[in-house]
C-alpha cells in the first residue's frame, strides 16, 4: 500500500465512520469489522483535482441592484451554492481514480468563489467538503462587450482589484462618519473580493500560455493578492520566468496525440492598415509565409497530417516541438523547482487521463512525483491536508483500490472509496462460481461452500449438516447471504458475505453475537446433480456479458506505441521554434566596425571609408582612420555601409491578442506593454530588415484608444527586456471612419460617437473629466479624516497624463478637418500632439503641424484603398517636411517593417529628398517623434549602439541587411541565419520520424481542439 508519496507499507487499512482509524502492518482489525482482502490490489491515497467547473447551475440576475456594473465580474457567485452535480461526469472522474476536487465557476474574468467538493454518489448537499476556497479569475479574451481584448482584460483585472480595495475603505470611511457622506453603491462583487485583497483567499487564475501566466503574476503581484496559475501545458517554454513567479500552478495532462490539437494562439488583427476589431490570425499561423517554421497553421490539417509529405511542411516546428516537449512540461517543472498539481482539464476524455499521465512519466516526471501532485500538493493548494492526500489514522478514507500498479497501463482501479463509501469502478472480471468450494475459516474450522448453476442459490455444508443461503445474492464480484448455523455447529443465523477473487473466495461469517470470522474457500469442482436442484439448474443462462471497455483500456489495446526512433531531445530555445536561440546573444565588450560607408544620421553626415567604436553597447567613436583599440571584435566592412537601426514609428507587431480594445469608445487603461509578445516571428523577420525599435500601437477601433509600448527588437529575450527603457509613454487616439464605426456591420450602430462631429466631442468631454478627477484628489487631502476617498479611476489617469506632458498622443488620421479639429482640441487643454499616423491630408494643412509642434508619421505611397483617404498623394510625406514637419515613414504591417528602407527610399522618388534626409525618415525622424533622440536615431558618440551593416546602398533593392546590432549586441546575423534554418530542417524532420513511427495510424487526440469541436 502506498500511504503517501514515497511511502509504502504491507498490512491493513481499518476504515470507521468515514475516517482511517488505522493503517500500517501493525492494524488490528477490530472485531466488528467487515473485512474486505485486498489481496492484490494495491491501496493509494484518492485523487484530488483542482481543476473542475462542472455541475454548476446559472446564477440568477441580481435584482437587488448590487450587481457590479461590468457583467465579466461575478466575483459574488459562490459554487457552494450552485453546485448541483452531474452524475456522469463524477462517475467517470471515480473511475479514473479522483475522489474530490475544486469546483471553480467560470467564463468571466472574475469567475466567482471555488468549492472543495466530494465525488461520491450522495445527494449535492453532502459533496460541499468547503467553501470559498479561492476566486476564479480568466485571463484570456472573451467576447460581446467590454473586454474584448487581451489586454482590456489585463486592464479589467487591475481596475476591478484597485477597485475592491476603495470600496473596503470608502465603507470602512462612511462607517466611521456617516453624517454628510453618501454611502458607496452596494456592490456584491467587490465585496467578494474582500478576501481576496487582503491576501486571504488566492486568485485562481486560467491562463493559456506560458506569457500569459507570467501577465497573471504581474497582476497580482501588482495588486498585492495570492495566486495560483491554472496552467496551459506551455510553461517550459520560458521555465525560468514561470519559476520567478514563486507561485503554485494547477497543470494539465492534455498533451496533443497530433498537431492539429495544438490551439491557436489568436492574437492579431487582420487588416494590418487600419487593426479594425474583429477577424484574427494566429502570430504563428496563415498571415506567415512559407513552409518549414511558422507557416500554415495545423488547423487546416486532418489526423494523418505528418503522413503525407506535402501536408507535414505546413505544421510548423514550434507546434511540432510542442508534441515532443508537451508531456515534458512536468517534469520540467519539477526540476525547476516549481509546485504544481495536476489536473483533468482539457481531456475530452476523463477516461484517458492515467494514458497522459504515463506520458508525463515516460518523459520525465517520476512516479513519487505524479502522485504527490494528485494527493498531497493539491490537498495543501486547498487547505485539505489535515484531512486529504495520506493515508494516515484520522484522516477522510479516500482511497484506490488498484489491481497492480496506478501508474502501469496494466494497473485497474477496482474500488474507489469516499468517506468511507465503497464505489466499484472496474470490478474484477467475472467467473461462474457455480461448484464446490472448500472453505477455512480462521479459527481452523472447515465447510464447503456449494453454488448452484447460474449463481442462483448456495447451501452451507459440513459433515452432513446441509443448510441453504436465504436471501443469496451475487452482485458483480461480491456474494452474500444468511444460513442455520446448525450446520457448522453454531446457533442462529450467520451472515455470509464474500467475494470472488482471480482465484478463490474470501470473506468473512457473522454469528449470531456479532463476532466475526473471516474465511478462505477453493475451488474443488464441480457440484454433482441432485434431483431438487436439477430443474433450476437447467433452467439457468449460464452465460456472461462481456466485460465492457472502458475509455482506459481502449486507449491501451496492448498494440504497443513504442516507436522504433528514438524520441529526439529538444534543446531549449527561445522562443520555441524555428530561429529561437538556445541563450540570448551576449554583448560584446568593444566593437571596432572598419572601413564602412557610414550613414550617421547625425552632424558628420555619411563618412566615406569610416570607423566607428563601440564600447559597452554604447557608441564611443565615429570617424574616419581611427585606430582598431586592443581587444576589440574588428568587422571589416569595407564596401559595405552601415546606417543606424531602423525605427517604425507604427507598429502591431510583437502583441498578443487583439491590438483593438474595440468595445467602447474610451479605452486609456488598456496598456500594449501588458500584452507585448517578444515570440512573434515577425519581430524577428523585421530583425532580419535592420528593423530596432518600434512603436507598439493600440488599434484605431476608438477615439481614445490603449496606452502604447515602445520597444527594441532584442530576439530571444522577455518582453520586459524588450522594453525601451526610458521611452517617454504614449497612447493612440483615432478620428474618422474607424472610430464611428463606419464600415463594422449592422450590427455597431449604437456605440457613441455615430459622427464625425461627435468624435471631437467625446474627447473633450474625456479630458474635461480629468480635469475634474485631479482636483477631486487634490481637494481629498485637505479633507477631513475619515472622507469617502475619490475612486482612482486608470483610464482617467491616462488622460490626465496627457495634459500634464507625461504622454504622447499618437493619432490616427487622414483628413485635414479631423486633424485641424484635435490640434485646436490640443491647443484648448495645452497639450502638443506627439504624432499625426497616416496622417494623408497632412499635405493640406502641413504649416498648422508645423506651428502646433506635432510629428507625422505617414505611409510611403498608399491611397485609394478607402475613400476617406481618397485625397492621399504619395508627395504627403515630401510636402511636410518641406514646410518643417518632422516626417517619419511607417510600417502599420508585419511585412512592410522588414523593408523601412525601401519606404524610405520612396521619399527620393516621390518629392525628391535627398538620400540623406529620406534615411532619417525611418532612423533619426522617428525618434525624435518618439522622444528617444538623445539613445538612438544616429550614430553619434554616446547613443545606443543600435546599427545595421548592409550589403550595399541602404536605399537599394538589391542590398541585403547582413547583420543588425541592438545596444552593441548581434541580433541578427545573416550567416547564423542559414544555420537556424538548417537545424530548423532537422528538427522537423527528426520529429516527424519520430512521431510517425510513434503514431502511423495518425489516430485524434484526446486534448480539446481550439475551437472546442472534435474532428
Known sequence: NVSEPGKRFEGTVVIRDGLIEAAGAGAKVPADATVIDATGYTIYPGLIDLGLSYGLREMKDDTTGSAHWNPRVRADRDAAELFIGDEQKEASYRKAGFTSGLVTP???????????VSLAETSAGGRILAERIAQGSALRTFSGGFPNSLMGTIALQRQTLMDAKWYRDAMNAYAARPAGQTAPEPDAALDALRPVIERQMPLLMSVGSEWNAIRAGRVAREAGVSLVIKGSGYEYRRLNEIRALDVPFVLPVAFPQQASDIPSNVSHAAHAHCNMAGGALDPHDEWTSGPGDYGRGAAGSGGKELASGDEALYVDLRRLRHMILAPENPARMKRAGV?????????????????????????????????????????????????RGTLAPGKVADLLLVEGDLFDSKGRIREVWIGGVRHETDPRPQFEAAGVWSAKLKSGGVFDVVVAKGEKKATVERGGEKSAVRHWAVNGYRMEGAFE?????????????????????????????GTRESFRATYGGEKKPDEDDSESDDAEDDTEDDEEEDSESADDDGKSSAPSIARPVLANVYPSGAFGLEAPPAQADLIFVRNATIWTCGAEGVIEGGDMIVRKGRIERVGSGLAAPAGAITIDATGKHVTPGLIDCHSHSGVSGSVNEGSQAVSAEVRIEDVIDPDHIALYRQLSGGLTAANQLHGSANPIGGQNSVIKLRWSRTDDEMR??????????????????????????TRYPQTRMGVPEIIRDRF?????????????????????????????????????????????????????????????????????????????????????????????????????V??????????MHEVGVNVSFNSDSHELARKLNWEAAKAVKYGGVSEEEALKFVTLNPAIQLHVDDRVGSLEPGKDAGFVIWSGHPLSTMSRCEQTFIDGTKYFDIDRDRELRRRAKEERQSIIQYLLAKKGDGKPGDSKPANGKGR
Open 724 to 749: 525601451f527603457k526610458g521611452a517617454k509613454p504614449g497612447i493612440k487616439f483615432a478620428l474618422g471612419e474607424n472610430v464611428k464605426q463606419s464600415n463594422w456591420g449592422d450590427r455597431n450602430t
Open 768 to 868: 474635461q473629466a480629468a480635469l475634474e478627477y485631479r482636483r477631486a484628489f487634490a481637494n481629498h487631502r485637505k479633507a477631513a479624516k475619515n472622507t469617502i476617498p475619490p475612486r482612482r479611476d486608470l483610464e482617467l489617469d491616462a488622460l490626465a497624463e496627457i495634459l500634464e506632458g507625461e504622454r504622447l498622443v499618437h493619432c490616427h488620421s487622414y483628413r485635414q478637418d479631423e486633424i485641424l479639429g484635435l490640434v485646436r482640441i490640443a491647443d484648448e487643454f495645452g497639450f502638443t500632439i506627439g504624432t499625426f499616423q497616416h496622417v494623408l491630408e497632412g499635405y493640406k494643412v502641413a504649416e498648422a503641424i508645423a506651428d502646433h509642434g506635432a510629428g507625422a508619421s505617414s505611409f510611403s505611397d498608399w491611397w485609394g484603398y478607402k475613400y476617406e
Open 339 to 387: 509546485r504544481f498539481a495536476l489536473t483533468t482539464d482539457g481531456l475530452k476524455d476523463v477516461g484517458t487521463f492515467r494514458a497522459r499521465l504515463r506520458d508525463a512519466i515516460e518523459a520525465g516526471l517520476s512516479p513519487d512525483d505524479a502522485l504527490a501532485a494528485l494527493t498531497t500538493i493539491p490537498a495543501r493548494m486547498a487547505g485539505q491536508a489535515d484531512r
Open 485 to 513: 448455523g446448525s450446520a457448522i455447529a453454531k446457533t442462529g443465523m450467520v451472515q455470509f458475505d464474500a467475494v470472488k477473487l482471480p482465484d478463490e473466495i474470501a470473506g468473512s461469517l457473522t454469528y449470531a453475537d
Open 870 to 879: 481618397i485625397d492621399a498623394i504619395p508627395y504627403n510625406g515630401a510636402l
Open 106 to 116: 467560470g467564463n468571466a474574468v472574475f469567475s466567482g468563489m471555488s468549492a472543495f
